[in-house]
């Protein structure tokens, strides 16, 4: 349920809903980060992979914590962002 309410309020501020202003890259940040974590705690791979790949305001060191436990999640997220050296040390193991 609050997945579905964090989904929908995602897609309503990027439509350009909700407000606007000075903070409103702060309240894009919160939405986007606990978001993917409720879609990482869920174990939603296809959505979070998907939400990761697009647009967003995720801030990526809050994730990671999430992801510990899913290995290949966590390289294709770091990979997407550029971190090949974190992925080779990940994998390494």
């Known amino acids: ?3 579905e309410v964090m989904r929908k309020t995602r897609q309503s ?3 350009g809903g909700g407000a606007r202003g000075v903070d409103s890259r702060k309240i894009d940040v ?3 980060t606990t978001f ?3 879609l990482a705690d ?3 791979t296809n959505e979070l992979l998907a939400l990761l790949a697009g647009t967003n ?3 990526l060191s809050e994730l990671e914590p999430f992801l510990e436990k899913r290995p290949y999640v966590l390289a294709t997220v770091l990979r997407q962002q550029g971190k090949v050296e974190r992925v080779l040390e990940l994998l390494k193991g």
């Open 1 to 3: 349920m609050l997945a």
């Open 13 to 15: 501020r990027r439509k």
């Open 30 to 32: 919160v939405i986007d």
């Open 36 to 38: 993917a974590k409720l």
């Open 42 to 44: 869920a174990g939603t």
């Open 57 to 59: 305001d995720v801030v």
